[in-house]
């Protein structure tokens, strides 16, 4: 049996759905520490061919808080504008 674990992104990129479609069990491990600054809640959207940092706003989220714990924030004006 092949297994594969990944945390959770926002928009995953290509490699994440083939190594979904490449093993037997596939994990989503979001019972571990988020990462400030990492792409589970981030990604690049193409505008006009330019790339654009795209972030979901979070509820107190923290590095010292789990993935599974963290919510989205109502405040969605601070998502970037393009």
Do not use: H
């Amino acid at each position: 049996m092949k297994l594969a674990v990944m945390q959770p992104y926002l928009f995953p990129y290509i490699g994440y759905f083939q190594l979904i479609n490449a093993v037997d069990r596939f994990v989503i491990f979001d019972d571990v520490n988020f990462i400030n600054k990492g792409w589970i809640n981030r990604n690049n959207i193409l505008v006009n061919g330019k790339a654009n940092l795209f972030t979901v706003p979070l509820k107190n989220s923290g590095q010292n808080k789990l993935i599974k714990d963290i919510q989205i924030s109502e405040n969605r004006d601070r998502i970037t504008k393009f």
